[in-house]
């Protein structure tokens, strides 16, 4: 898909695996957005299409390319971008594709709240917070902090 991006987001925040796995350990951030700002920000992005990820067992055929006679160009589309195997369900994930590659620029008003990782060093919070605080325009985000509830292992946040 030369040309093509792709931006990936969970609609949740309180999976361990996600935080493991895409936070260093957790010491990384989690971005909340407000979806419909978020969705608007991107009109002049180029945006093609998005939606929520639908699972599928391992084992189910997708559509391939050389089907597309059979079958249009949407449901090949469909089943290649926007399907993965139920191994990754725990993800959660909604997909938007753009017809560019490189990044993807959206509004400020987008950006609803940060969360931190129970193990992000409290200088790297300390700077976001500052950074997000010095800019007029990202004033209203705010700022949690993951925690773990080691008796359910249940993820809780604390607002900073």
Not at 123 to 140: A, D, G, P, T, W
């Amino acid at each position: 898909m030369n040309g093509w991006g792709i931006y990936c987001v969970s609609l949740t925040n309180k999976s361990l695996s996600l935080w493991d796995r895409y936070t260093d350990n957790y010491r990384g951030i989690c971005i909340e957005y407000d979806p419909e700002a978020f969705e608007l920000s991107l009109q002049e992005e180029k945006l093609f299409y998005h939606r929520k990820i639908s699972y599928i067992e391992s084992g189910e055929k997708r559509i391939e390319s050389e089907n597309l006679v059979d079958s249009s160009f949407a449901d090949y589309f469909i089943s290649n971008y926007f399907m993965k195997t139920a191994d990754w369900l725990y993800e959660d994930e909604y997909r938007f594709v753009f017809e560019k590659e490189g990044l993807v620029k959206y509004g400020h008003s987008a950006i609803k709240k940060i969360y931190f990782g129970c193990y992000t060093p409290e200088i790297y919070i300390k700077y976001v917070i500052e950074k997000f605080q010095e800019n007029q325009s990202l004033r209203h985000v705010t700022f949690e902090r993951m925690g773990l509830d080691f008796d359910t292992q249940e993820i809780k946040f604390t607002p900073i």
